[in-house]
T-cell receptor, first 116, second 116 residues
Framework: DTGVSQNPRHKITKRGQNVTFRCDPI?????LYWYRQTLGQGPEFLTY????????KSRLLSDRFSAERPKGSFSTLEIQRTEQGDSAMYLC??????????????FGEGSWLTVV | AQKITQTQPGMFVQEKEAVTLDCTYD???????LFWYKQPSSGEMIFLIY??????QNATEGRYSLNFQKARKSANLVISASQLGDSAMYFC?????????????FGAGTRLAVHP
């Protein structure tokens, strides 16, 4: 499978615990994005990487959230001291440098987080 | 501020009939892109179709077409000959022209149910 891969697909954690999600983009895609989707809503932009550089972070990304993309390949999204409001699906997407082309952004299947 | 509005929370259609999903957008930018994505229950966001703001012709991709009315700021998705597998959530999204990368703003989505 050469698509965007995310794991774990599902995570249930107790409030206050830390969780980490991993995203493996399509190989050779320079751009990587994280979005968050809560029930009944469309995805909301969290952050963007071009290679290993994190170029934009949404205000939604509080200081409990940190994202990395070492070596410009896979990315991790860590949530520290989880809260019930963090329960959502976290979507990763990747695209190549042809950013203006409509069909070059690909999403993964998402990682569902439930905080109890 | 950029905004996407999808006014239909749910739609029903008979198999083999056509259906139109509404999308209106708000932006002051001259250059932007409009997308439609399908999200089945598995969670993955599947790209369907793209329309650039300067494209003079409506985009088409197989059974999907985008009815782009720039003056009215609408970008409705038309699905012809609906199939049972089309049952899913459908999201309209707009790309902001910020640096060329695919930072998308999504609407709240429309749930489509195709009946046999």
């Amino acid at each position: 499978d050469t698509g965007v891969s995310q794991n774990p697909r599902h995570k249930i954690t107790k409030r206050g615990q830390n969780v980490t999600f991993r995203c493996d983009p399509i190989s050779e895609h320079n751009r990587l994005y994280w979005y968050r989707q809560t029930l009944g809503q469309g995805p909301e932009f969290l952050t963007y990487f071009q290679n290993e550089a994190q170029l934009e972070k949404s205000r939604l990304l509080s200081d409990r959230f940190s994202a990395e993309r070492p070596k410009g390949s896979f990315s991790t999204l860590e949530i520290q001291r989880t809260e019930q409001g963090d329960s959502a699906m976290y979507l990763c997407a990747s695209s190549d440098l042809q950013g203006y082309s409509g069909n070059t952004i690909y999403f993964g299947e998402g990682s569902w987080l439930t905080v109890v | 501020a950029q905004k996407i509005t999808q006014t239909q929370p749910g739609m029903f259609v008979q198999e083999k009939e056509a259906v139109t999903l509404d999308c209106t957008y708000d932006t002051s930018d001259q250059s932007y892109g409009l997308f439609w994505y399908k999200q089945p229950s598995s969670g993955e966001m599947i790209f369907l179709i793209y329309q650039g703001s300067y494209d003079e012709q409506n985009a088409t991709e197989g059974r999907y077409s985008l009815n782009f009315q720039k003056a009215r700021k609408s970008a409705n998705l038309v699905i012809s000959a609906s199939q049972l597998g089309d049952s899913a959530m459908y999201f309209c999204a707009m790309r902001r022209p910020s640096g060329g990368y695919n930072k998308l703003i999504f609407g709240a989505g429309t749930r489509l149910a195709v009946h046999p």
